[in-house]
């Protein structure tokens, strides 16, 4: 990457980390008393296409799996932490309806194997996951300890905007 367009991360994006993207100085002739706005040679043009390239490389993309961070909050008793998991479908539950929603139920065995966790998805709110027994699912949502492995819920998106979406992915396809 051309050293005009560097950018970096800092800290963590997906826990709130900020996101600099230094650009070349938009008044570069301007020491040589020219136009103050002027940008040659494409300089305005690649200095977005970097920006934006690191924009979408840092925030486009789903959240990777990090299951060693959901056996961490298992253990330190965390609650209300946002979570990618991925594992294996263990059991389906019988949906649940509350004030809230309908919720959509499953046991996830992490690939990790060191916890199984419950998944809680509002299907009021997002499409139905049709996950069966033995699917291979990956979960972004807001994990909720308890003692028997804790939950993960929010896996679909936030209508309101007031909570970050979640997500499950089942066979290639995301339902949120």
């Not at 007031?162 to 949120?176: A, L, P, Q, S, V």
Request: overall charge negative.
């Amino acid at each position: 990457m051309p050293a005009k367009c560097r950018g970096e991360i800092h800290g963590d994006v997906q826990q709130g980390g900020r996101l600099q993207v230094p650009l070349p100085d938009p008044r570069p002739d301007a020491r040589r008393g020219q136009g103050q706005l002027s940008m040659r040679g494409g300089r305005r043009a690649a200095a977005t296409a970097c920006g934006l390239g690191l924009l979408l490389a840092a925030c486009g993309g789903a959240a990777q799996p990090d299951n060693s961070a959901v056996v961490s909050d298992f253990r330190s008793h965390h609650s209300n932490v946002e979570v990618t998991a991925d594992g294996t479908v263990v059991r389906l539950l019988a949906d649940q309806t509350s004030a809230t929603g309908t919720h959509e139920r499953f046991i996830v065995k992490l690939s990790s194997g060191a916890i199984t966790v419950e998944v809680e998805h509002n299907v009021s709110i997002g499409a139905r996951a049709p996950v069966a027994v033995g699917d291979q699912v990956t979960v972004h949502g807001e994990y909720i300890w308890n003692a028997q492995g804790g939950l993960i819920h929010f896996t679909h998106h936030d209508p309101q905007g007031t909570h970050e979406g979640g997500y499950i992915e089942d066979n290639g396809k995301i339902y949120d």
